[in-house]
């Protein structure tokens, strides 16, 4: 009886989590790729530390409360450059769930080549462990829920980057093995295998006192969709960019700006034609 009232719990919360259980979607990427690409690693190549942190907030009206309230999400990364070839990171993600939240660990190395003035290519791979505190509450009335809140399940990212003067180009795959976490043998909490990828190329205009990049990001998670987006640079100190999420019809503003040599700040609203939520990103770095 336990494991048939698990399995009816199970399908319910896929079913009615299905648009607002979604792995966190981090707005401003443009030159700021490590999320959806271990292999991308600091765009700055006269630095070799970065140290960023994220916010994403999703706001919705009050009627679709029930079905879109999700909590902050907050993502921390570092990345160290050991050498010329070799560069280690980290990363920590707070995301919250209907009837669970997750602290995720990610750990990873990247192998860095490079030839000519400009040519560069990164492969990279991280360990990724996913912290799962399930509320059994909220899954409904268990007579006898199991005794762990925490269950904790694993998976692996894998990236590849390219590039050569203004051209970008990258492929990575997250989630490698679509881990999940299982009760009684069935599937709680699936994690969706995700596929991105990457292509930019960033013109420079006037001595690149003004730097003009259309820039694209394919991905798959459960479904495909694309953004596609225009970046302008000015004299190396704000960017503002534009992107559309097509099948959403998600219209994406962000502005980012260098504060003196180390620190860059930078802020992403997004809202759909066809979704009634809106999203608001905030990103702080520092590089050195």
Do not use: C
Not at 99 to 120: A, Q
Request: net charge positive.
């Amino acid at each position: 009886m336990r494991t048939f009232s698990l399995f009816i719990l199970i399908l319910f919360s896929a079913s009615a989590g299905l648009f607002a259980q979604n792995t966190l979607r981090p707005n401003i990427y443009f030159r700021n790729m490590h999320y959806y690409n271990t292999a991308a690693g600091i765009e700055d190549t006269s630095s070799r530390a970065s140290f960023g942190a994220y916010a994403k907030y999703k706001y919705v009206p009050a009627e679709n409360d029930e079905v879109w309230v999700k909590p902050v999400n907050l993502y921390f990364n570092h990345i160290y450059n050991l050498n010329a070839k070799n560069s280690v990171n980290a990363s920590y993600i707070y995301d919250g769930y209907s009837f669970y939240s997750r602290n995720i660990i990610y750990l990873g190395y990247t192998r860095m080549f490079r030839w000519g003035k400009s040519s560069r290519l990164n492969l990279g791979a991280r360990t990724v462990f996913n912290f799962n505190a399930i509320n059994w509450d909220k899954l409904g009335q268990i007579s006898s829920p199991p005794s762990a809140r925490l269950k904790l399940n694993a998976d692996l990212d894998l990236g590849i980057q390219y590039q050569v003067k203004g051209l970008t180009l990258g492929f990575a795959t997250k989630n490698l093995f679509a881990s999940s976490v299982k009760v009684n043998g069935l599937d709680l909490i699936k994690d969706q295998r995700e596929i991105y990828g990457n292509l930019s190329y960033n013109f420079g205009l006037f001595k690149r006192k003004v730097e003009l990049a259309p820039f694209f990001l394919f991905y798959k998670e459960r479904n495909w969709n694309v953004d596609a987006g225009l970046n302008l640079g000015l004299f190396q100190k704000v960017s503002v960019s534009y992107a559309m999420r097509i099948l959403e019809l998600r219209n994406i503003f962000a502005l980012r700006g260098n504060i003196g040599k180390h620190f860059q700040a930078g802020a992403s609203f997004d809202y759909s034609l066809i979704f009634s939520d809106y999203n608001m990103d905030l990103l702080v770095s520092y590089r050195f």
